[in-house]
C-alpha cells in the first residue's frame, strides 16, 4: 500500500532554510501624516449626509444632568451630536499642561472625523469634579464657571477654526419643594 506524507505532517522532514517574515518597518508617531479629512464609512460621516453629527457636546460626565444635556441638544437641533463627557465638562480644558493637551487631542480625534462644525461646552453648577479640583466651591460658583467656559470657548475656537462654539450653564436649583437642576441657560 502506498503511503502518502505531505510535508505539513511529517515530523521527519526537514524545515525549509531560509525562512524569514519581513516585518513593516515602525514609522515615528511623527512622522505618520495625520487624517485631516474623514476617512471612510463607519469612521467618518460628511456632513452633508447626517447634518446632526457635525456638532459635539463638551459636558460633564455627572448622569443628573443628562436630561438637561438631551433637552438642549434636541432644542439646539443636535440631537445626535457627538458627545465627550469628562468630570467638571470645561474643567480639563482650563488645566495646565498634560491634562488640557490630552482633552485637546480627544476633541481633535472627534472635530477631524466627524467633521464639526459647532462645540456645545457646557458647565454646570453644584459640580463634583469642580469641587474635588478647586476644593469646594463657593456661592460664587456661577461667575467661576461662566468664566471658564468664556476662556474654554477662545481657546477651543483659537484651535479649531472654523469652529463655532456656544457656551451653557445647567443651574442648580433649591427651594421648598426640593432640588434639581432647571434647563440650561446661555452664557454669552
Ligand atoms: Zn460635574
Not at 459635539?56 to 438631551?70: E, K, N, P, Q, T
Request: hydrophobic share 40%; charged share 25%; with cysteine.
Amino acid at each position: 500500500m502506498a503511503v502518502f506524507k505531505t510535508a505539513a505532517f511529517d515530523l521527519s522532514a526537514t524545515p525549509p532554510a531560509e525562512v524569514s517574515v519581513q516585518r513593516p518597518r515602525a514609522v515615528p508617531e511623527t512622522a505618520r501624516p495625520r487624517p485631516r479629512r474623514p476617512l471612510g464609512w463607519p469612521l467618518a460621516v460628511p456632513s452633508e449626509i447626517l447634518p446632526g453629527m457635525n456638532a459635539l457636546l463638551i459636558s460633564c460626565s455627572d448622569g443628573r444632568i443628562v436630561g438637561r444635556l438631551d433637552a438642549l441638544l434636541a432644542e439646539m437641533g443636535h440631537a445626535d451630536a457627538n458627545r465627550l463627557l469628562v468630570p467638571g465638562g470645561p474643567l480639563p480644558f482650563t488645566r495646565p499642561g498634560s491634562e488640557r493637551r490630552v482633552a485637546l487631542s480627544y476633541v481633535r480625534e472627534i472635530v477631524d472625523v466627524h467633521d464639526v462644525r459647532r462645540i456645545v461646552l457646557v458647565a454646570h453648577q453644584e459640580c463634583t469634579g469642580y469641587a474635588r479640583a478647586l476644593g469646594g466651591l463657593g456661592f460664587d460658583q456661577r461667575e467661576l464657571l461662566e468664566r471658564d467656559l468664556r476662556k474654554v470657548k477662545t481657546l477651543l475656537e483659537t484651535e479649531f477654526s472654523g469652529v463655532d462654539v456656544r457656551c451653557f450653564v445647567i443651574p442648580w436649583h433649591e427651594d421648598g419643594e426640593g432640588a434639581a437642576y432647571g434647563p440650561a441657560t446661555p452664557v454669552e
